[in-house]
Each structure stands twice: as structure tokens, then as C-alpha cells.
């Protein structure tokens, strides 16, 4: 999969993908197509139907495989904008659907414009781990169930709006450190130095050691907050937390390694931004 990127021309995966992803998201004019007389079931197959017909036509492999993952997550926020405006008590996890779908396809966007060398399939992250589609399955069960016996605790919109703001500020805070990084962000941890690679101390890099993982740490458990789902935000907050831990001492064992007393003494001026977590330690 990761080789399929590589034969599209450079510089075009950042175009196909906004192109793909606003055509998936076009799915907010459905409720047109229902008030003039298709029945939403039928109406939602026949769109889904059309646009995979449509980016047949238009793309061969690799370029279909880029489309078919950006448009349908723009499709999954464009039915999660729906959502959001509905009547129901579903309308939090419409955001919950935004956020995900955007995170995801942002993940893809930013890295063909900032780092295309390293882009692949998987810069969608839409395949990330078992672990990761076990804790978002188990956050939609837990959301269905206590909506269906305690939607009333669906319903504290202040909680939810707080996790939206965590959720905005870890989005945004993982971004602007994928930006301040360019060619050297990656979202494989790297264990052989490259020729253009340097360590990355001005901007966000400038509070925290791995402002990324600040973003998506606090962005993880404010998806949960959002959804007030009280299992998954406990489990989810000590399972993000322990995974930021290992996996920030990975990192620093390899920066160390490239990098030597540049690096030990950013580490001693910079917090990590992770709580309690300081990073690798380092005998002297």
C-alpha cells in the first residue's frame, strides 16, 4: 500500500485528495434529493453508489485508492455535519463524527503538502493499530448503549462542549507541529538519521519536546469527553497515557542518537508537554 502513493505525479495527492474528500462531503445536499421524493435509505445507497461509480470512471489505481479514502471520509463528515443538526440526541456524536473523519484526512492532507517524500496509504492512519480500532469501536458501543438506557447522559451539553474545545485544541496544537517540523516529521518513529534531517526547537517545539503528541493526547480523550462516555474517558486517558510514554522514549532514544548533547540539552530546557511523563532518562 505504502508504494502505491509513490506513482502518483508529486505534488498532486494534496489536490486529489481536497477534490475526493469536498466531493465525499457533498452528501449535505442529500436532504435536497429527500424533499424532492427519494426516501432517505434509497437515497443514501444511490448516492453512495454513484460516487464510487463516478471515481471509477475518473481514476485508475494508485490514484482510485487515494480517492475511494478521502472521499469517504469526507462522505463520513459530511454525514456527521447531518448529524449534528439533527433533532436527536445524537447530535454530539455528529461532532464526534467531524472530528474523526477530519483528524484522519488532515493526517493525509498535511503530510502531502509538508512532507510528500514520506507520504503513503497509511499517512491516512485509518489503519493504525488493532488497539486503535478496538478503542474506537468500544467508544461507539458505550455511546449507543448509554444513549439507548441513560440518554439524559448524552445530554450535558457543557461537558460535550468542553470536549470539543480539547478536542479543536489537540487538532490544532498536532498540526501546527507537523507544519513547524516539515521534512522532519514523520509518523514512523525513525531509527536511522537522514541526510536532511535536523532537530526542529523554534515554534511549538519551543514548549513542548512533542507538541504532536500533546495534540493528540489531549484530542483522544476529548473525543470521549465530547460523547460523555465516562468507561471509555477513564480507559482512554490511561491507555493514550501509557502509550505517549513508551512511545516518547522510543523517539528520544533514537533523537539522542542523532543529535547527542544538541538534543540532551533541548531536552533539559523543554518539558515533553505529556503530564508526568518527562521522557527517557539519561545516565550521565
Given at each position: 500500500m505504502a508504494g502505491c502513493a509513490a506513482r502518483v505525479p508529486p505534488g498532486s495527492e494534496a489536490r486529489l485528495s481536497l477534490a475526493t474528500f469536498l466531493l465525499g462531503a457533498s452528501v449535505l445536499a442529500l436532504p435536497l434529493l429527500t424533499r424532492a421524493g427519494l426516501q432517505g435509505r434509497t437515497g443514501l445507497a444511490l448516492y453512495v453508489a454513484g460516487l464510487n461509480a463516478l471515481l471509477l470512471l475518473l481514476y485508475r489505481p494508485p490514484?482510485?485508492?487515494?480517492?475511494?479514502?478521502?472521499?469517504?471520509?469526507?462522505?463520513?463528515?459530511?454525514?456527521?455535519?447531518?448529524l449534528s443538526f439533527s433533532q436527536s440526541s445524537w447530535n454530539h456524536f455528529?461532532?464526534?463524527?467531524?472530528s474523526l473523519s477530519l483528524f484522519?484526512?488532515?493526517?493525509?492532507?498535511?503530510?502531502?503538502?509538508?512532507?510528500?517524500?514520506?507520504?503513503?496509504?497509511?499517512?491516512?492512519?485509518?489503519?493504525?493499530?488493532?488497539e486503535y480500532t478496538v478503542?474506537?469501536?468500544?467508544?461507539w458501543i458505550e455511546f449507543t448503549l448509554e444513549n439507548i438506557?441513560?440518554?439524559?447522559?448524552?445530554?450535558?451539553?457543557?461537558?460535550?462542549?468542553?470536549?470539543?474545545?480539547?478536542?479543536?485544541?489537540?487538532?490544532?496544537?498536532?498540526?501546527?507541529?507537523?507544519?513547524t517540523a516539515g521534512s522532519n516529521?514523520?509518523?514512523?518513529?525513525?531509527?536511522?538519521?537522514?541526510?536532511?534531517?535536523?532537530?526542529?526547537?523554534?515554534?511549538?517545539?519551543?514548549?513542548?519536546?512533542?507538541?504532536?503528541?500533546?495534540?493528540?493526547?489531549?484530542?483522544?480523550?476529548?473525543?470521549?469527553?465530547?460523547?460523555?462516555?465516562?468507561?471509555?474517558?477513564?480507559?482512554?486517558?490511561?491507555?493514550?497515557?501509557?502509550?505517549?510514554?513508551d512511545r516518547t522514549e522510543e523517539e528520544e532514544i533514537s533523537l539522542i542518537h542523532f543529535f547527542g548533547e544538541e538534543y540532551?540539552?533541548?531536552?533539559?530546557?523543554?518539558?515533553?508537554?505529556?503530564?508526568f511523563i518527562k521522557g527517557v532518562k539519561v545516565e550521565l
Open positions: 490514484r482510485y485508492q487515494i480517492a475511494i479514502r478521502a472521499c469517504f471520509l469526507g462522505f463520513v463528515f459530511g454525514c456527521g455535519v447531518l455528529g461532532w464526534y463524527v467531524c484522519h484526512y488532515s493526517e493525509y492532507l498535511v503530510t502531502a503538502v509538508n512532507n510528500p517524500k514520506s507520504l503513503s496509504l497509511d499517512s491516512f492512519l485509518l489503519n493504525h493499530s488493532l478503542a474506537a469501536l468500544s467508544s438506557f441513560w440518554p439524559e447522559l448524552k445530554q450535558i451539553t457543557w461537558l460535550s462542549v468542553t470536549g470539543l474545545l480539547m478536542v479543536v485544541f489537540g487538532e490544532c496544537l498536532r498540526k501546527a507541529a507537523m507544519f516529521f514523520n509518523h514512523v518513529v525513525q531509527s536511522e538519521k537522514s541526510d536532511t534531517h535536523t532537530l526542529v526547537t523554534s515554534g511549538v517545539y519551543a514548549w513542548f519536546r512533542h507538541p504532536s503528541y500533546v495534540g493528540w493526547f489531549y484530542w483522544s480523550i476529548g473525543t470521549q469527553v465530547m460523547l460523555c462516555n465516562p468507561i471509555c474517558g477513564v480507559v482512554y486517558a490511561l491507555t493514550v497515557w501509557r502509550f505517549f510514554r540532551l540539552e533541548y531536552k533539559k530546557r523543554v518539558p515533553t508537554g505529556l503530564p
